[in-house]
Nanobody, 113 residues
Framework: VQLQASGGGLVQAGGSLRLSCTAS?????LGWFRQAPGKEREFVSS???????VYAESVKGRFTISGDNAKNTVYLQMNSLKPEDTAVYYC???????????WGQGTQVTVSS
């Protein structure tokens, strides 16, 4: 499975961005992770194709993950962005109960104060 992520960019604090990730094949779930400079990669959000979403506490109420079954694409709508959201965002795909097997190339999100 190959993953193609897009939608990153530079935005001012309080602004919005939408990330997209298209998978070449179907797995049970897709998700987003991020890695800021000098920090470990952290979970952001995930969605199961069968239904159900999960969010990190730091993004709850600000980010929304959604999926388009027909396009095999997942979106991450990011609102009320903060400078601490600055990171490279990675799309990942995996089978339910077995971790994340596939990773996209990452897209940079920069939030200026």
């Amino acid at each position: 499975v190959q993953l193609q992520a897009s939608g990153g960019g530079l935005v001012q604090a309080g602004g919005s961005l939408r990330l997209s990730c298209t998978a070449s094949g179907r797995t049970g779930r897709l998700g987003w992770f991020r890695q800021a400079p000098g920090k470990e990669r952290e979970f952001v959000s995930s969605i199961w194709w069968s239904g159900g979403t999960v969010y990190a506490e730091s993004v709850k109420g600000r980010f929304t993950i959604s999926g388009d079954n027909a396009k095999n694409t997942v979106y991450l709508q990011m609102n009320s962005l903060k400078p601490e959201d600055t990171a490279v965002y990675y799309c990942a795909a995996g089978y339910v109960g077995s971790g994340w097997q596939y990773w996209g190339q990452g897209t940079q999100v920069t939030v200026s104060s």
